[in-house]
């Protein structure tokens, strides 16, 4: 008896402290990209965007989503990590601190633009408010897996960001892609409603041809050629690249309505899904299975 009784105690000890690892004031989601080595100091000529572009994007997100994490019980903290040349970001909780991390590396990476910087941290910001589906674990998890990070970015966040006079500028000074123009008009008959869909999109290609760049890829992500892969239970980690295009895409010709949120645990609500009715704006079957 004496044995058992030693036995259950340490057991018990056991369980309280991992109860205690997977309680600590703070924990780290997965980066934006799968670690690297890469490491872009100021001043190199890399290319990307300038520290006044940097703070500019950061600045918009937090006056947009500052107010919305806060409604939600949190509060939203930006930590703007310009100096470190570490070329990822990242999302974290402190108690009630949803913390993302924008690091200068990426930041002035050749293949980001400040709208695709202004996409990595919408994925950030998702991994705290994105909902379903969350990353697996037996504890459960805050964080919206990876796949949903990216559907959130272009599906709500990009789209409350982005301002319209903005939008229209950028369709009227940049080279669209026809495919993605069409796509954007034949699911938003209006002028500003397709130029939000070739926006968005256009950021998520920003990315894209980042993941092409530290994967050493041969072939650009392209619009008009889906992954082919159908996964057989959801991918909780970094899709593909071309996956990952495929997400912000759908997320972009989503028509579903913008001011109905995201929810923590049903996948239809204030998405696009074929149970839903919807027959574009899916979540990509190359990570996502429904």
Not at 69 to 93: E, F, H
Not at 194 to 217: P, V, Y
């Amino acid at each position: 008896m004496k044995t058992k009784r030693i036995l259950f105690a340490l057991a018990w000890i056991a369980a309280v402290s991992v109860g205690f690892k997977y309680a600590s004031p703070e924990q780290l989601c997965a980066g934006f990209v799968e670690e690297n080595d890469l490491y872009i100091p100021v001043g190199a000529t890399a290319g990307g965007i300038t520290q006044a572009e940097f703070n500019a994007v950061l600045d918009k997100v937090q006056e947009v989503y500052g107010p919305i994490v806060t409604s939600k019980g949190g509060t939203l903290q930006i930590r703007r990590l310009w100096s470190d040349g570490t070329v990822n970001a990242s999302a974290m909780r402190n108690g009630r601190n949803y913390v993302i991390n924008m690091y200068g590396g990426l930041a002035r990476h050749a293949r980001i633009t400040a709208d695709g910087f202004a996409l990595v941290a919408c994925h950030e910001t998702g991994h705290h408010i994105g909902g379903t589906p969350k990353v697996a674990g037996w504890m459960g998890s805050w964080a919206s897996n990876e796949g949903q990070a990216d559907y959130y970015a272009t599906l709500k966040c990009l789209r409350k960001v982005f301002t319209t006079q903005d939008n229209l500028d950028y369709v009227a000074n940049n080279d669209i892609d026809p495919y993605l123009a069409n796509e954007c008009a034949q699911k938003f008959p209006g002028e500003e409603e397709t130029a939000l869909c070739i926006r968005t999109s256009m950021a998520g290609m920003s990315t894209a041809l980042l993941f092409k760049d530290l994967r050493n890829e041969p072939a650009d992500p392209l619009f008009d050629q889906p992954d082919p892969k159908q996964v057989t239970q959801t991918d909780d980690n970094h899709p593909g690249t071309q996956c990952r295009l495929d997400t912000y895409f759908q997320g972009s010709v989503c028509t579903a309505d913008l001011a109905t949120d995201v929810h923590e645990s049903d996948p239809k609500r204030g998405t696009c899904t074929q149970a839903g009715g919807f027959a574009a704006g899916l979540r990509p079957r190359c990570w996502y299975k429904p």
